[in-house]
């Protein structure tokens, strides 16, 4: 069984449809990757699939249950944690408080003890910044802290929106060795990206997003030798 | 008229004003502080449902209102009763029964006339708010009538000088009480769960849903917790001015939203910092206002300063004092 499985997944904005019937599996363990232009529709699916807009049609089923018209904190209880386009970071709080949130549903003192160290030795700059507000972080720290606050919650899907835009180049390069770190650790991983490039570089399959739905979709590496994805995202 | 005689009296009131004298200016100051500390529980709660939802509840100060009315009916039928119980008691007695009551009410006023309109453009709302506002000052009236329904006088009458001034024991106890529950709302609010998952929410309802936070229980308890010290509140108002009525909920609330402004709106602290200002300006402003003015405006004119200071902040500084983001809707 597929830790996740969207059916027909559709999703409209008032009468515009903004993904219109999308098939897509991912395997435990797995990192894939979602890319397409802007526009295609790539946020609006992770939107919707985390309960933050409602589902149009078609099913979600995350470990073989139906959550597809679930509301979003009952979605994110059970293990799956989205990183919003834009970081979504509460600015008025501390670096602390913010890690703090992504535990807000556990009740496990310890291992939440456990996961900070974690997140702590992934990003030391959190460690340094505990207790400053989260809104005078840059903008790469934001990401980290953002993707760390995802990690407090212990979750078994992580969903990443664009982790890498607008971040200076040393960076990208840092947010893209710690989501190869943190799969590694077993995290499963859906990984939405403009840089499609460095984003098939650490998966291991793709999915092509066009107007709303699926393009194309097959392993990574093939994904990238593929003449059609190299002239229309690797820029080639 | 035109005698030399008159202009010269009329004169010499302008020349010479009453020189300021410390022991009367004390005593506003202790007035005003007591009055503000009641209008900054109020405004909290103003503030604190601003500060999660965008939305004036105009309904708040009604709730006062209730809280007043109920706890009245409970103090005076323990009175009626003749039970031998400390009067300090008894108001305790009132206040705890107002408190769950309007926490009840406050509950129920989020889920009826907010809650399905959350998604509504935003007068919808403030509509229905008004809506609330009559029904609840009309629902008071067929309860309890329209005449002033006194306190009864079950409190200490103790007062003590101070250079001059007097403070009284019941104006020691609202300030203390409401310096008391002030600290503990900022505690709930800075290091509880609770506390943190309200402040998430105000910043983004969306991200902190996405940290498995349920909004609106969130946003119940806040409108709860409003209510909660507009309860207490109203018992204090009656129990300093010695009397409760259907429609004093009105003038409160417009005071207290004030105050909220003055602080800048969505900001706690400003709550509490606008209400204990406007209070002193209003207790200022009452006093001398005549001497200002030559006699042309009397004590009487006390509620203009509300209304006064809110139309100078909006004009001036519509953030408030602490605000950051400018009231710019609602
Ligand atoms: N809040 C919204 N209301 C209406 N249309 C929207 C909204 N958000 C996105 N859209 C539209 O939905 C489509 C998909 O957008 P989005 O999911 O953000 O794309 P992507 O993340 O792939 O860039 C776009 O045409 C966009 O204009
Ligand atoms: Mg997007």
């Given at each position: 069984m597929s830790l996740l499985e969207l059916k027909q997944f559709a999703v409209s904005y008032g009468g515009i449809k903004a993904v219109k019937g999308v098939d897509l599996q991912i395997e435990r363990g797995e990192l894939v990757c979602l890319i397409g232009a802007n526009g295609a529709g790539k946020s609006t699916l992770l939107k919707a699939l985390c309960g933050l807009l409602p589902v149009a049609h078609g099913s979600v089923l995350y470990d073989g249950k139906a959550i597809t018209h679930q509301p979003a904190h009952l979605i994110a209880r059970c293990g799956l944690a989205l990183v919003p386009e834009g970081r979504g970071i509460f600015g008025r709080m501390s670096v602390g408080e913010n890690l703090d949130m992504g535990g807000y549903s556990r009740t496990d003192r310890a291992g939440i003890k456990n996961d900070l160290e974690r997140v702590f030795a992934l990003f030391p700059r959190l460690a340094e910044r505990c207790k400053q507000q989260a809104g005078t972080l840059s903008g790469g720290e934001q990401q980290m802290l953002a993707m760390g606050r995802a990690l407090m919650s212990q979750p078994r899907l992580l969903l990443l929106d664009e982790p890498s835009m607008g971040l200076a180049p040393l960076m990208v390069e840092k947010i893209f060795t710690t989501i190869r770190a943190i799969a590694q650790e077993g995290v499963t991983i859906l990984l939405v990206e403009q840089n499609a490039k460095r984003a098939l570089e650490i998966s291991q399959r793709g999915y092509v997003m066009e107007s709303g739905t699926i393009a194309l979709t097959d392993a990574a590496e093939k994904l990238l030798t593929n003449a059609q994805v190299r002239h229309a995202y690797l820029g080639e | 008229m035109d005698s030399a005689g008159d202009r010269k009296a009329v004169g010499a009131r302008f020349i010479a004003p009453a020189p300021l004298r410390m022991d009367i200016f004390l005593q506003q100051l202790i007035n005003g502080l007591v009055l503000g500390s009641v209008y900054a529980l109020v405004a909290l709660g103003y503030t604190m449902v601003y500060g999660i939802l965008e939305l004036i509840n105009f309904a708040h100060g009604e709730i006062t209102m209730i809280g007043a009315m109920v706890s009245l009916a409970v103090i005076s039928a323990l009175v009626g009763t003749g039970v031998d119980m400390p009067g300090v008691l008894i108001a305790l007695t009132g206040v705890l029964t107002a408190v769950p009551v309007c926490m009840a009410l406050g509950y129920g006023i989020e889920r009826v006339a907010y809650r399905p309109l959350r998604?509504?453009?935003?007068?919808a709302p403030l509509i229905t708010a008004i809506g609330v506002s009559i029904v609840l000052q009309n629902g008071a009236m067929l309860i309890w009538g329209r005449q002033y329904i006194p306190f009864p006088p079950i409190l200490p009458t103790g007062a003590h000088d101070i250079g001059g001034a007097t403070i009284s024991d019941v104006q020691i106890f609202i300030v203390m009480l409401s310096m008391s529950l002030m600290a503990a709302l900022m505690l709930l609010v800075q290091k509880t769960k609770l506390g943190r998952a309200m402040r998430a929410t105000a910043q983004s309802p969306q991200v902190a849903s996405l940290m498995g936070v349920n909004v609106n229980n969130v946003i119940s308890a806040t409108f709860m917790l409003g209510s909660a010290l507009a309860a207490v509140a109203g018992v204090m108002v009656s129990a300093y001015y010695g009397l409760a009525h259907y429609y004093m909920g009105f003038l409160l609330g417009l005071k207290a939203f004030s105050a909220a402004v003055l602080g800048g709106i969505g900001n706690l602290a400003g709550a509490m910092l606008g209400g204990l200002l406007l209070g002193v300006i209003e207790s200022l402003g009452a006093g001398y206002i005549g001497d200002l003015t030559g006699g042309f405006l009397g004590s009487h004119y006390q509620d203009v300063f509300a209304f006064f200071v809110l139309i100078l902040v909006l004009v001036f500084r519509p953030s408030g004092l602490l605000g950051e983001r400018v009231v710019d809707r609602a």
């Open positions: - | 998604h509504a453009p935003r007068l």
